[in-house]
């Protein structure tokens, strides 16, 4: 689950809650506009559980849709790219929650995916409700298909 915080006082010190600021560093590069800032991951949180007889593996990544810390939307915040594996097997690729700067992208955050292996589903929760999708289709889920069918079902259950 992705939850703000405004203040790094606010986060809470808990086991496997990690700052995203704390996951990322500022890099001064020079180059032709000049020296510029970027905010860039410097480390990735991984673990592992098991789930009714299922081995997840979870990989969070610092994500930021502008990494330069000036211009358009360079002051946002980084959000989280998720990548999940079952039983070995990709099951979700690289999903932004949220920080898009622009439309259609920027319609929608994600603040929590939530897997069910009765369902053989994840439940994916967007800014104005959640979507279902199977676990066959995950793999090839697009996040834009999540604005389309944000209130609803993609597929599954």
């Avoid at 358009?72 to 690289?94: I, Q, Y």
């Amino acid at each position: 689950m992705e939850v703000y915080a405004y203040d790094e006082a606010a986060i809470p010190k808990k086991p496997n809650v990690r700052s995203l600021y704390e996951m990322t560093e500022l890099k001064t590069i020079s180059g032709p506009a000049g020296e510029q800032d970027f905010i860039v991951p410097k480390e990735s949180f991984s673990t592992k559980c098991s789930l009714r007889g299922a081995e997840f593996r979870v990989l969070v990544v610092p994500w930021k849709f502008q990494a330069r810390v000036n211009g358009m939307c360079g002051g946002n915040p980084p959000s989280v790219e998720l990548t999940v594996w079952r039983n070995g097997d990709l099951l979700l690729n690289k999903l932004v929650f949220g920080e898009y700067c622009d439309p259609p992208e920027s319609a929608i955050n994600i603040s929590e995916v939530s897997l069910s292996e009765i369902d053989k589903a994840a439940r994916i929760f967007v800014t104005d409700g959640s979507v279902s999708v199977l676990y066959d289709d995950l793999p090839k889920l697009k996040r834009d298909d999540l604005a389309k069918h944000h209130d609803g079902r993609l597929n599954g259950p």
